[in-house]
């Protein structure tokens, strides 16, 4: 079964994802398994909101 899930609460994602599509401005800009969801890749895309 596929489920689409938009969230923002990352504990939550890891917890019940096994794979993550990270959407910026509606384009996709990072994909792949949950466990390669770091702490880094989520700064870089958040600080670029930040400085919007």
Known sequence: MTVL?????????????????????????????VNELDDELIAHWMSREARR
Not at 5 to 31: K, P, T, W
């Open 5 to 33: 899930l938009a969230e923002q609460q990352l504990s939550f994602i890891r917890r019940v994802a096994d794979r993550f599509c990270m959407l910026y401005r509606g384009r996709n800009v990072a994909q792949g398994h």
